[in-house]
């Protein structure tokens, strides 16, 4: 008989301090399953939160990311034919499978496998099979693989699998076929297809949101003083700004009235501004306060590309000024599988959002008597008990997630200026002409386009990777500062100065996006020009591509040249004359000359945009013709407007004689 062994729970690693952690589970007999009194999980002062045999498991002390909702295993929901099963599952998975990974397993992984398991034991019941005859057996394990409809449920199945696999049978109980595993998973996820990638924003729809959110803070930045102390006379008093009918309910008369909402409004000078946005009692009230904390978050992520997770893991005091950076401190887990300080490099943006909802964090930390400097700057606006009393019991903090649609900060937007127009999915074609757009509800012509955190995350790593593609000039000045801070701290791989780790922080996805945004810019601009290209790349490029087909359509053309700017055999940058496609540092641009372009044997010149240089350096001449005629700066001026006007002369109208 094999020896039984010490099982270390897989989070242990995760847990603030000794006493928090679960002690390890010794069976006195291989197979052996636990005691019903077993604790899998602790409070962060060491007493007793779950024990085995409780049909609801809470994690939460163990979870990595900022948001604590998440991390509850919930039993109930399965029949008595599955939940011991199901139970067993998952206490294999978070105390007795080998991670391969100093780190273990995080909670928040463990609840995708979760995910799986229970997918796998509601099949099981509708099938009068138990879960051990599916996992045993190769014909039904497959025929519950074949009814799996996406890839994130397939893949948790897959890594359950895997885990399971490495157990000895005689300690987990289940012999599963390997072979199997590896073989029908691979089919199946072929047969589901590529998952689509999150949508870059278009120009149109991303500018007007980021101007509408502005604006909306701009204006409440102006009453912020006048609102706090507003919510702080709510607090101090549990008649203020209440209804007639509640402050009798609480048992005063009506001479011990508070001046009801209205008046208080009116009293703190704010009562025009909150009618404005149709706040007019307490429940608006709390409503209104939530959409705001949600409406921050979202400047946020829109000026640093952070998860959602490393967002609600910012404390209050996240942001950093030095020397003009702007800097946002807080945690990461993903692909590190501990708690990691990490930066994120913002802009001036972001300020008057960041002080909104400091605002507000600091006026929960008073109520519940949270020490500010501890608390998230997105913790529930609920706890401030404006509408439903919400108490905090001293070990989980709950977040502001605007789980619910309505506590989104869209409800005070103008929304209709997010429909799609035929502009915005040609746009989206440009970016992906081979997805079916105008077949997908979401972003068919009219639909109003539904912002997600992933969408902000790509959509600046997209135009920061390559600034050709934002068209627009209005999202040009407002991108126009993180850009060039993301540029400085991020594009530089040699760069040492920020604490970006691991593949998911937004400096490795606009790495990762540089090549593709590249290539896009590059058909767009070059290989899809509407007007004639000069210069030696452009003239090579004009003769070369079909007459016929200006555009590069195919799939396998479209990959292949994503992989030379890959490698780096092609690069692409805009020009006041054009394009440039050397892959070679330029030593000219440190000079600001532009008529070196002229000759190089990368660049690619257009003439519309060589007309507009000329315009303009004619008038910089002739500004310096008043002030300085005798300068160094005039003669060398007039000579670089000369060498343009020859080029123009010698070379486009040789081509118009053509």
């Known amino acids: 008989m094999m020896k039984a062994q010490a099982y270390y729970p897989n989070f242990s690693s995760l847990a603030q301090d000794i006493a928090s952690a679960p002690a390890p589970f010794t069976p006195n007999e291989v197979g052996q399953r636990p005691l019903p009194d077993f604790v899998v999980s602790k409070t962060l002062e060491g007493k007793t939160l779950s024990i085995y045999s409780d049909d609801v498991w809470d994690f939460r002390p163990y979870r990595l990311s900022g948001n604590t909702g998440n991390a509850r295993f919930n039993f109930k929901i399965f029949s008595n034919s599955t939940k011991e099963e199901v139970k067993w599952l998952m206490f294999l998975l978070l105390f007795m499978v080998d991670s391969g990974r100093a780190s273990g397993i995080s909670i928040s992984t463990t609840m995708t496998y979760f995910k799986a398991v229970r997918s796998l034991a509601k099949y099981c019941e509708n099938h009068g099979l138990t879960i051990k005859e599916v996992l045993q057996a190769e014909d039904e394990l497959t025929k519950f693989v074949g009814k799996i409809t996406t890839r994130s449920l397939l893949a948790g199945l897959s890594s359950v699998l895997s885990h399971l696999i490495t157990l000895p049978s005689e300690a987990s109980g289940y012999k599963i076929l390997s072979n199997f595993k590896f073989e029908t998973v691979k089919r199946r996820l072929h047969s589901l297809g590529e998952d689509n990638q999150h949508p870059v924003i278009p120009n149109r729809i991303y500018s007007e949101l980021i101007q509408q959110l502005d604006d909306f803070f701009q204006d409440l930045h102006e009453i912020k003083d006048q609102l706090q102390r507003f919510i702080e006379s709510i607090l101090a008093c549990d008649r203020y700004a209440r209804s007639s009918a509640l402050q009798t309910k609480i048992g005063y008369r009506t001479k011990d009235f508070k001046p009801f909402f209205k008046e208080a409004a009116q009293e703190h000078g704010i009562w025009e501004y909150l009618v404005k946005y149709k706040v007019k009692n307490m429940p608006s009230l709390s409503t209104f306060l939530?959409?705001?904390?949600?409406?921050?978050?979202?400047?946020?992520?829109?000026?640093?590309?952070?998860?959602?997770?490393?967002?609600?893991?910012?404390?209050?005091?996240?942001?950093?000024?030095?020397?003009?950076?702007?800097?946002?401190?807080?945690?990461?887990?993903?692909?590190?599988?501990?708690?990691?300080?990490?930066?994120?490099?913002?802009?001036?943006?972001v300020e008057r959002a960041y002080e909104i909802a400091g605002m507000l964090a600091k006026l929960v930390s008073q109520k519940i008597k949270l020490l500010y400097h501890e608390t998230p700057l997105f913790i529930s606006i609920g706890y401030l008990s404006l509408f439903t009393r919400v108490d905090y019991d001293g070990i989980n903090i709950i977040m502001g997630d605007a789980s619910s649609k309505s506590h989104e900060i869209y409800n005070l937007l103008d929304q209709d200026a997010f429909r799609v127009t035929e502009d915005d999915l040609?746009?989206?074609?440009?970016?992906?002409?081979?997805?079916?757009?105008?077949?997908?509800?979401?972003?068919?012509?009219?639909?109003?386009?539904?912002?997600?955190?992933?969408?902000?995350?790509?959509?600046?790593?997209f135009y920061v990777a390559q600034s050709a593609l934002v068209s627009l000039p209005s999202l040009k000045r407002q991108l126009k500062h993180v850009s060039r801070e993301m540029t400085i701290y991020y594009s530089q791989s040699s760069s040492q100065n920020y604490d970006a780790t691991g593949q998911e922080h937004i400096a490795q996805l606009i790495k990762r996006e540089k090549p593709e945004a590249d290539a896009i810019a590059y058909i767009s601009d070059v290989l899809s020009s509407g007007e004639p290209l000069y210069g030696a790349h452009g003239t090579?490029?004009?003769?070369?591509?079909?007459?016929?087909?200006?555009?590069?359509?195919?799939?396998?053309?479209?990959?292949?040249?994503?992989?030379?700017?890959?490698?780096?055999?092609?690069?692409?940058?805009?020009?006041?004359?054009?394009?440039?496609?050397?892959?070679?540092?330029?030593?000219?641009?440190?000079?600001?000359?532009?008529?070196?372009?002229?000759?190089?044997?990368?660049?690619?010149?257009?003439?519309?945009?060589?007309?507009?240089?000329?315009?303009?350096?004619?008038?910089?001449?002739?500004?310096?013709?008043?002030?300085?005629?005798?300068?160094?700066?005039?003669?060398?001026?007039?000579?670089?407007?000369?060498?343009?006007?020859?080029?123009?002369?010698?070379?486009?109208?040789?081509?118009?004689?053509?």
Not at 432 to 447: D, Q, Y
Not at 566 to 584: D, N, R, S
Request: charged letters at 25%; proline letters at 2%; a positive charge.
């Open 290 to 349: 939530t959409r705001i904390q949600h409406g921050a978050r979202i400047i946020l992520h829109i000026y640093t590309g952070m998860r959602s997770s490393e967002s609600l893991s910012l404390l209050t005091n996240s942001l950093k000024v030095s020397n003009g950076t702007y800097k946002l401190l807080g945690t990461t887990s993903k692909f590190v599988g501990q708690k990691k300080g990490v930066s994120w490099i913002t802009s001036q943006e």
């Open 426 to 461: 040609n746009e989206l074609e440009k970016i992906n002409p081979f997805r079916a757009w105008e077949s997908e509800k979401a972003f068919a012509v009219g639909s109003i386009w539904r912002f997600t955190i992933h969408q902000f995350r790509r959509s600046l790593s």
């Open 540 to 658: 090579f490029i004009d003769r070369n591509k079909p007459s016929s087909n200006k555009q590069l359509v195919f799939s396998d053309s479209r990959e292949e040249l994503i992989k030379q700017f890959k490698k780096g055999e092609i690069a692409y940058t805009q020009t006041p004359l054009g394009a440039c496609t050397t892959v070679a540092p330029c030593d000219q641009k440190l000079l600001r000359s532009m008529t070196s372009c002229l000759t190089c044997s990368r660049s690619v010149i257009k003439q519309s945009k060589l007309d507009r240089v000329i315009a303009r350096q004619q008038l910089f001449i002739d500004e310096l013709e008043d002030t300085a005629p005798d300068s160094v700066e005039f003669r060398t001026e007039k000579e670089e407007l000369l060498h343009l006007l020859e080029y123009k002369d010698r070379v486009m109208s040789k081509a118009g004689d053509q």
